[in-house]
């Protein structure tokens, strides 16, 4: 059996443009990508977090982005196309996370998780796709949540937005199977990162970045659909979606207390 972090060599992949990548599971998988070979252009809004991480590998390279806006996106596309030419992988990590229930749900709030976390994954589908259906290989993985299995207590603003990337996937899949470009929705449980160092509850399982970014490429180099890790989480999390409501609401009001 592979174990995690190693047989790093002869990925699939010369290529790759990470999204998301100045900090926590981005940072980590570009890293890994990097240490194994693969050419990555690392992009996200923190050009200093970018070019540390840069600093760390000749085959890391640095084009900022903000993902909420379309030119932005599509001209950062265009510099990823100069650097590394139409990319194997493309890795979509970018988010935010408010954590709260009722108590953050706002429009404004609501909204902005809406446009970084879904509207910025479909502005990179839309920059990428074409190109790479062209060549008809390559893959993409779309960052969701294992939240979006299941409506979670803390998760008002956060949750929909990792629940409308796994059904965006399910949909766009059949069609991208037969332009021959690969797609993978990865589904983590909590990772210490810094979109986590907000939460003051309880954390099972919690993993770090590198080990993500060992299931990620894993799962993806296997042409994994549903990337979903640690499999307690995921277990966890699949099963309590299939309960009917009354008990999942039962379960639902405990975390809420706990
Ligand atoms: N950590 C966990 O427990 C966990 C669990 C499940 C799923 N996830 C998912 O895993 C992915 C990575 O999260 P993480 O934990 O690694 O969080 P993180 O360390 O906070 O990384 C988030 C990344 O998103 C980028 N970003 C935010 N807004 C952006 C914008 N407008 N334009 C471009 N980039 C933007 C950030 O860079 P800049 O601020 O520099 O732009 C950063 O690189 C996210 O999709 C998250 O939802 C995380």
Not at 46 to 67: I, K, P
Not at 80 to 102: E, F, Q, R, W
Not at 103 to 116: C, I, K, N, P, Y
Not at 231 to 249: D, E, G, H, S
């Amino acid at each position: 059996m592979q174990r995690l972090g190693m047989s790093q060599d002869r990925l699939p992949w010369k290529t790759a443009w990470v999204i998301g990548a100045s900090s926590g599971i981005g940072a980590a998988t570009a890293k890994r990508l990097s240490s194994a070979g693969v050419k990555v252009v690392v992009s996200a809004r923190t050009e200093g977090a970018l070019e540390e991480l840069a600093a760390t590998s000749a085959n890391l390279c640095v084009q900022t982005v903000d993902v909420t806006d379309d030119a932005s996106v599509g001209a950062a596309f265009n510099a990823v196309m100069d650097k590394i030419g139409v990319p194997d992988l493309v890795l979509y990590s970018a988010a935010v996370y408010t954590p709260g229930g009722l108590s953050v749900l706002t429009g404004d709030e609501a909204m902005h998780h809406m446009d970084v976390n879904y509207g910025g994954a479909v502005r990179t589908l839309q920059a990428v796709l074409p190109s790479m259906m062209e060549v008809g290989r390559g893959g993409v993985g779309i960052v969701s949540s294992l939240t979006g299995y299941a409506g979670l207590p803390n998760a008002a603003v956060y949750g929909p937005t990792k629940a409308a990337l796994i059904s965006l996937c399910e949909t766009i899949k059949p069609e991208l199977d037969a332009s021959g470009v690969a797609l993978s929705v990865i589904n983590p449980g909590f990772v210490r990162t810094p979109l986590t160092e907000k939460n003051t509850f309880e954390m099972p399982f919690i993993i770090e970045p590198d080990q993500a970014a060992s299931h990620i490429v894993a799962g993806l180099r296997r042409g994994k659909f549903d990337i979903a890790f640690p499999w307690q989480m995921a277990v966890m999390l699949k099963f309590i979606r299939l309960l009917p409501y009354p008990i999942y609401f039962r379960f639902m009001k405990r975390l809420l207390r706990s």
